[in-house]
Every structure is written in C-alpha cells, then in structure tokens.
C-alpha cells in the first residue's frame, strides 16, 4: 500500500485570538441588565460596557470588539437601528450582533433578523443560555477571522495577497465612494530584482522579498491600510481615506524604509536593493475601479523607473 505525502506548509505567523482575549461589547440601557450580562461574560472574555447608544460607534472604534450584545429598547437609538447602522460600516459589517430583548413577540424576534443579528437572548437572562450563546458565537467568529488570515495572506511574505485585493479591496475602495472619503494606491516594485536574483540566487531572492515586505507592513500603520503581494517584486499598498499629501508622505517614507534596510545589491548602480514607486490618489465615485487606480499608479511607477529609480512619481 502506498503512503500519502503531505507537502509542509508553512502558515503564516497569523495572530491566533483566544477566548480569553475576545472584546465583547455590551450596549443596555438599564444598569441591572449591564451587570447581569457583563458579570457572566467577564468569566471567559474580555468586557466592556456602554449605557448610551450614542457612544457605540466610538466605542467600537476604540475596541474593536468581537461581538456586540445590543439591548432592543433603548432611548435616543434603538439596538435595530443601531445594528443596521453597524452593518453598513465597513468595519464592523461582520461584527456579530446578539440582540438582547424583554420581548418574546415574534414580531420583534424577525426585526432583530432583518437588522443583521447573528441572534438573540431573551430577558429575563438564563446564564448557561447566554454563556453558550456567545461563546459559540464568539468561536464561530475566530474561525472565520483565522480562516480569512489563511486565504487572504501570501505564504512567502505574509502580506495579502492578489484574492484579497480582487474580493476585499474594492468593498473598501466602495465604502470610501459612499462617505466622500479619498483613496489612494501606491504600486511598488523593487530595482534590479532579476540582477540581485542572478548574483545572489532565489534563496537569498526570497529572503530579499520578505525583508522589503516587512519593512513595508512596518511603515502602513492605520487598521485599513494595507500591502499587497501584487506579483513576483511587485507591491501595492492600499491607503483608505487617504489624501494625495498623505499619500505622498507614505510613498516616500516606504521608499525611504526600503533604502535605509541597507542591503546589499551588486547589480544596482546604487549598490543596495531599493524600490521604485508610483501613486494614484483621488476622490471616488461609485464607478472608480481599483484598476483604474492601479493602472493609474503602475502608470507613474513606470515614470518613476524611467527617472533613475529609488524614488516615488504620481
Ligand atoms: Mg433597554
């Protein structure tokens, strides 16, 4: 009988998230109903708790929480609204939402399904019915979110990959269209690659790789930026609610990063490996593709290459 050979695959150094450090967040506006809920999940997560509608938006920027538990019946703003406001945010739009309701009626229990509730618990609370309830949702997002890291990442460099910037990218680039925001795209490619591949080899040329990809996810900061492993030495970082300026600034300081790494690359005039990079920064409307933009930036990145390198155009 034959065996099976099964390849290693190296994963990612991905973050892998314990029910421990799980951020639930739990909006009511009744003090006892706070205490209740928040003095059970404190036992297996991480809690934080609001009383005033108003202040979740800011709060879950804050936080960033795994799940949201929402109280229906609150003042000022209501849980349904509230979910329906957080769904459509592109930060929070997977965020799970358990609906807590005083109301058994089955017409408030299909408002808190169309809203985007992933469930609800209802008032007065049974603690084994709310533990399991959102410690099942809590791992069920933990799977997703490590299942996302997995096919969302290259094996090599660990920065995202081509499926990441064809599936979630334009979801970004979308939202932006939507809230008026700008958004920029810088396409990176590193000088004389083939030369320092020919005279180092591929082993150092991957070696190579990961350095610059760090060196770049180093210096792309905010939660939506990101950088792309878009082809063999190419990268494209991916700036959400970025202004030309801003982008500008990030440009130069990746391709100040890149050079001070300091690497030594015989077949550049330079002497050391360094990138070339080109930028495209607009205001979007819903007909922007993030083709268009990366056209746009390969355009200039062409410029740059044909300027002398080791610098950024627009
Ligand atoms: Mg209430």
């Known amino acids: 009988m034959s065996e099976h050979h099964y390849t290693t695959i190296d994963l990612p150094d991905i973050d892998r998230k314990s029910l421990p450090d799980c951020?639930?967040?739990i909006v009511d506006d009744e003090q006892s109903s706070r205490l209740v809920?928040?003095?059970i999940i404190d036992e297996f997560a991480q809690c934080h708790v609001v009383d005033?509608?108003?202040?979740?938006c800011q709060t879950c920027e804050d936080i960033r929480p795994d799940l949201i538990l929402l109280d229906v019946n609150m003042p000022k703003k209501d849980g349904l609204?509230?979910?329906k406001e957080l769904k459509s945010t592109a930060n929070f739009a997977d965020t799970p939402v358990i609906f807590v309701t005083g109301s058994a009626d089955p017409h408030v229990q299909d408002n808190c399904w169309q809203a985007g509730g992933a469930d609800f618990i209802e008032k007065p609370i049974v603690a084994s019915t709310l533990v399991h309830r959102v410690k099942n949702a809590l791992q069920n997002a933990l799977r997703l979110s490590l299942l996302r890291?997995?096919?969302?990442?290259?094996?090599l460099t660990e920065l995202y990959n081509r499926y990441y910037l064809a599936t979630e990218v334009p979801l970004l680039l979308k939202h932006a269209a939507r809230d008026g925001d700008p958004f920029s795209v810088i396409m990176l490619d590193i000088d004389y690659f083939k030369g320092y591949?020919?005279?180092?080899?591929?082993?150092k040329g991957d070696?190579?790789?990961?350095?610059v990809a760090t060196a770049m996810n180093d210096n792309v900061k905010r939660p939506q930026d990101c950088v792309v492993r878009y082809g063999g030495e190419e990268f494209l970082v991916i700036l959400p609610y970025t202004n030309r300026d801003g982008c500008i600034s990030v440009g130069r300081e990746l391709?100040?990063?890149?050079?001070?790494?300091?690497m030594t690359n015989s077949a550049s005039p330079l002497g050391k490996v360094t990138v070339s990079a080109g930028f495209s920064a607009c205001q979007p409307s819903q007909n922007t593709s993030i083709e268009q933009l990366i056209g746009e930036a390969d355009k200039a990145l062409f410029k740059a290459k044909s300027a002398g390198k080791n610098r950024l155009c627009g």
Do not use: P, R, W
């Open 23 to 25: 951020q639930v967040l």
């Open 37 to 39: 809920l928040s003095s």
């Open 52 to 56: 005033d509608s108003s202040l979740v």
């Open 81 to 83: 609204t509230l979910c």
């Open 149 to 155: 890291e997995l096919i969302f990442h290259d094996q």
């Open 197 to 203: 591949n020919d005279t180092y080899g591929h082993i």
């Open 207 to 211: 070696a190579c790789l990961k350095s």
């Open 255 to 262: 391709v100040e990063a890149v050079g001070s790494l300091a």
